[in-house]
Each structure stands twice: as structure tokens, then as C-alpha cells.
């Protein structure tokens, strides 16, 4: 939902295209208004946003560095030089990413035969979404979109490895409050550094956008961070296949793109996909 809310949001901000200094700003507003939401959160029910021991900051700073700057500024880059949907469904690929790095970097996260199926069942889905109507596959692939949405990809999957490991040293619900407010706060001040070239217009219907993107970060990276700490990764990642699913219906009525015959049969596929990782025995 957030990627088509986002393209919304820069049309009723009047951001243009080539405006790369506004789309930071407008990132970092989101995210430093979320992480301080959830550091709110924390603090309304009592619970401690110390970060005990002083090496720790290295890994809270790793973390707002990969899992909010560097992830959503490939992100709005990227989605400004790509369709919402077609964004939507690459950014999806961060959940095999990461299934594959922590199989690698934890023993506890062995790549087994039924979680190789599950995968290639979600890889098969999002490469069916993407067929052109004449045959051909990935049309007008570019460095500024598809790569910036790949390379988002990659740094939500090393965010997911990075979560797993803070989780184990300090509260995980502060540290997602300390993180975003920290990136946000570097995408900001990246955003003003450069300067905006577009004149922002600020109306009622662009801060109700904005506001419902910032209770999606707040809400979703919260829940998205505790189930990475208590649960198997690949159980958790493999449901990012279905964000194309509801990426390429909101972009559908949001944006009026095109509802092509095969989101339904991707539908099929990244289900089972999901239903093989999340089968023991």
C-alpha cells in the first residue's frame, strides 16, 4: 500500500520527477515523525530507551543507517523512475535476500529443500507479474529504477540480519523508535543539503498522505521488527511475497494502472510459495 500512497503523495506535493532533494525530505519527514511515534509508544508504556552498553550504538546506528537512510532513499529514487507496481513487486525480492543471508550467517536458519521450493514458488510469482502483454520480459529496465528498488531490496534484506542481531541486545520495540528517527533524520538533513527544486504545495489531503505513511512505518516496522526476533527469519520473510499482491491493487485504484491477468495467477504461486517455508516435516 505505502509505494502507490507515496506516488500520491509527491503528485499533492507537487515533487517532481527529478527533484531528488524533495523526495529525501519527504522521506525523511516519514520516517523521523515515525520513529519518534514509536518512541512515544515506548515511553507511554514504560519501557526503557537506554542503550546500556555503549558498543551497541555502533549496531543502532548500522541499523538506521541500512534499514531506514539508505533502504528508502534507493526507495523513493527508484519508485520515482518506475511504476508503483512494477517497484512494489522488485522491492518484494528482499524477502528471498533475506532468506538466503540468514541461512548463510545463522544455524538456526538452514536453507532446507521445502524453504528452496517456497522460494522458487515466490521468485516464479513475481517474474509472472512482470510479463509484458507482447512476450517480453523486464521491459525498459534502468539503473535509476528498477536498480534503485533492487538495491532498497538488498538493504531491507541486511536490515532484516541487522534487527535479528539487535534484538538480542537491547529491546527491540526502542530500537526500531531509535533507528527510524535517526534515519529519518539523516534523510532529512541529505534532503535539505541538496535543496528542493520543486514548489512544495501544502494542502489538507497531501498531510493526511503523509500522516497515513507515517502510521504505516510506525505500526508495520514494529511489528515486522519483533516477529524477526522472535521467530524463524524465513518463516517471517517469505510473506513479503504477497506485498506485490496488494502493491499492484492499490496502485490499481490509486493510480489507475493497469490489473493485468497474471497479479491472479502470481497470487496463486506466491501462496503456495508461502505455504511450502511455513510447512514442517
Known sequence: MAYPLIKVGYGLFKLSSDDLGGKLLFAGARFLFAGLLVTVFCIGRKQSLEVKRKKDFAWLALLALVNTALHYMFAYIGLSNNPSARSTILDSMGGF??????????????????????????????????????????????????????LNALCGA??????????????????????????????????????????????????IILTVLVLISAV??????????????????????????????????????????????????????????????
Request: charged letters at 10%; glycine letters at 10%.
Open 97 to 150: 535476500f533475506l532468506i538466503l543471508l540468514s541461512a548463510a550467517l545463522f544455524e538456526d536458519e538452514r536453507l532446507n529443500k521445502r524453504k528452496a521450493a517456497g522460494c522458487l514458488m515466490g521468485v516464479a510469482g513475481i517474474v509472472l507479474i512482470n510479463v509484458s502483454p507482447n512476450g517480453r520480459f523486464f521491459d525498459h529496465i534502468t539503473f535509476l529504477g528498477d536498480g534503485m528498488i533492487l
Open 158 to 207: 541486511f536490515g532484516g540480519i541487522i534487527t535479528r542481531i539487535v534484538s538480542r541486545k537491547m529491546n527491540i520495540l526502542s530500537a526500531t523508535g531509535h533507528s527510524m528517527t535517526i534515519g529519518g533524520a539523516f534523510l532529512f538533513l541529505a534532503g535539505a543539503s541538496i535543496g528542493t527544486t520543486s514548489a512544495w504545495e501544502f494542502q489538507f489531503s497531501g498531510i
Open 220 to 281: 508495520c516496522f514494529v511489528i515486522y521488527n519483533e516477529l524477526l526476533s522472535f521467530h524463524p527469519i524465513s518463516e517471517i520473510a517469505i510473506y513479503n511475497a504477497l506485498i506485490p499482491v496488494l502493491g499492484v491493487m492499490f496502485a490499481a485504484v490509486l493510480l489507475q494502472e493497469p490489473l493485468k491477468w497474471q497479479y491472479f495467477a502470481s497470487v496463486l504461486l506466491v501462496a503456495i510459495g508461502i505455504r511450502f517455508v511455513n510447512t514442517r516435516g
